[in-house]
């Protein structure tokens, strides 16, 4: 099992900075693809940014190419979503995810671990 919290949300202006957090813990966590996602008011989860584990491949949305930068430290089984120039269209739910297995994964149905999710409002 993995367990996965996340942090970091909250309410910022349009144009402004988050950086959320998603502390691991649990058997192999640190060996563990890791992604984000984020489900808004009346529409279905979507991806948002992924990173594998070793090679750190990474993968984005094209909706935060450019503004989102994922990241991991696996020393303290931590990753981070660094989110720059947040639009009010980025309010959502996001999600922390995980998986057993060091492949870059893009897919909801290919994590098999979730976070509770932390609120992020994007305010004009």
């Known amino acids: 099992q993995v367990q996965l919290v996340e942090s970091g949300g909250g309410l910022v202006q349009a144009g402004g900075s988050l950086r959320l957090s998603c502390a691991a813990s649990?058997?192999?966590?640190?060996?563990?693809?890791m992604g984000w996602f984020r489900q808004a008011p009346g529409k279905e989860r979507e991806f948002v940014a992924g990173?594998?584990?070793?090679?750190?491949?990474?993968a984005y949305a094209d909706s935060v190419k450019g503004r989102f930068t994922i990241a991991r430290d696996n020393a303290k089984n931590t990753v981070f979503l660094q989110m720059n120039s947040l639009k009010i269209g980025d309010t959502a739910v996001y999600y922390c995810?995980?998986?057993?297995?060091?492949?870059?994964?893009?897919?909801?149905?290919?994590?098999?671990?979730w976070g509770q999710g932390t609120q992020v409002t994007v305010s004009s």
């Open positions: 995810a995980a998986d057993q297995g060091a492949g870059l994964r893009i897919r909801a149905d290919q994590y098999g671990y």
């Open positions: 990173i594998s584990w070793g090679v750190l491949s990474t």
């Open positions: 649990g058997r192999t966590s640190s060996s563990a693809a």
